[in-house]
């Protein structure tokens, strides 16, 4: 086994010890921002203790470029707008549930309300930073 291949392992073994997931689950490619389902209080504490154990400087990570605050409630406000927009769909007239969509798709964009999905932090990525010592941003390891 390479040095890589034993680090991955620590990596592996230290995320399960955290998350509480079996480690067969964990693979180099396991992306912890996405696979992992963590808050961000829980993912602000994974990165400052996989910082301490591994010794790496995380100044120049910045949490909320990859992890949501607050995102399952959100999430759920999204859902409630949904329903109701079905629900008007059914007892109002087209034209209004039309301009109902209409203005919150107007709004959403004033107030610059977009979804998307942070880059992913795989535990390969997780390695390299291990080696290097320090955060590197994933589309600097490409």
């Not at 230290?14 to 829980?42: C, M, Q, R, V």
Request: hydrophobic share 45%.
């Amino acid at each position: 086994m390479d040095k890589q291949e034993e680090l991955l392992q620590e990596i592996k073994l230290f995320t399960a010890g955290f998350t509480g997931y079996p480690l067969e689950g964990f693979t180099k490619e396991t992306i912890i921002n996405h696979d992992l389902d963590l808050t961000f209080s829980e993912a602000y504490y994974y990165i400052d203790q996989f910082s301490f154990r591994f010794a790496v400087d995380m100044n120049y990570f910045l949490l909320n470029d990859y992890f949501y605050q607050g995102t399952k409630l959100a999430d759920s406000f999204v859902a409630l707008y949904l329903l109701t927009l079905c629900l008007t769909t059914i007892y109002l007239d087209m034209p209004i549930t039309m301009l109902l969509l209409l203005f919150s798709i107007a709004l959403a964009k004033l107030f610059g309300f977009t979804v998307r999905k942070p880059p992913p932090i795989t535990l390969e990525h997780l390695v390299r930073i291990a080696e290097k010592g320090r955060w590197i941003e994933p589309h600097y390891l490409l």
